[in-house]
């Protein structure tokens, strides 16, 4: 079955930076179009960035340019590089298989604190 495992959280300053890493196991993932999705405390799940199996990216207006999404399919591994975070930033980040986040694994913790 499709299992998803993210890591790499943790809590930074803001002006920092860190990589979110995605497990993927149970389907064939060089033919995925990955999602990263993030839901802050209080709020609906948001999208943040999506790559496509050609390495397209889409990233939402809040984190365009601060945020680069990226994939190794050797490794069936999907990135999130997320520079310059901001407190808005603070959220559960879930790598997922759609943009809705139905399918996606248990989350990582990113807290952007001073």
């Known amino acids: 079955q499709v299992q998803l495992v993210e890591s790499g959280g943790g809590s930074v300053q803001p002006g920092g930076s860190l990589r979110l890493s995605c497990a993927a196991s149970?389907?064939?993932?060089?033919?995925?179009?990955m999602y990263w999705v993030r839901q802050a405390p209080g709020k609906e799940l948001e999208w943040v960035s999506r790559?496509?199996?050609?390495?397209?990216?889409m990233y939402a207006d809040s984190v365009k340019g601060r945020f680069t999404i990226s994939r190794d399919n050797s490794k069936n591994m999907l990135y999130l590089q997320m520079n310059n975070l901001k407190f808005e930033d603070t959220a559960l980040y879930y790598c997922?298989?759609?943009?809705?986040?139905?399918?996606r694994g248990q989350g990582t913790q990113v807290t952007v604190s001073s």
């Open positions: 997922a298989m759609d943009n809705s986040g139905t399918t």
């Open positions: 790559i496509n199996i050609y390495n397209h990216t």
């Open positions: 149970g389907f064939t993932f060089r033919n995925a179009v």
